[in-house]
Structure formats: C-alpha cells, structure tokens
C-alpha cells in the first residue's frame, strides 16, 4: 500500500504535540474583530486542542495514523 499523503489544507491548520495531542487555533479572529468586546478578543487568542470526538479525522488528515 503506498504511503498515505498529508492533506495540504490540514498542515496548515493543526499541528501535534509531543503527547500526540492535535492542537489547533481559534476561529473567529480574521475580521469584524470591532464588534468584540476586548474579552471575548482576549479568549480567542492562542491555540487549544482539538476535541476527542475530531481528533481520529484530524489524525487522519495529517496521515498521522
């Protein structure tokens, strides 16, 4: 079976962590920032981790196993 090819839209988005965890960045911060409130700004930076329920499809995609 040849090797399986990591999906180019994925590697952009998610990344793993040494634990085999898939992290990923927040959604909502590429415009119309000025209708939110300095808080909900504040809480939508940095990165998180990607639910248990999505990790297998993350995974997948990065042809992570």
Do not use: Y
């Not at 994925?10 to 962590?17: D, N, V």
């Not at 415009?31 to 997948?60: F, N, P």
């Amino acid at each position: 079976m040849p090797k399986m090819k990591t999906h180019s839209s994925a590697k952009k988005r998610f990344k793993l962590t040494g634990s085999g965890k898939v992290k990923r960045f927040q959604a909502n911060t590429s415009h119309l920032m000025r209708k939110k409130s300095k808080k909900a700004k504040t809480r939508l930076t940095g990165s998180t981790t990607v639910t248990a329920v999505e990790v297998h499809r993350a995974k997948r995609l990065l042809a992570a196993g």
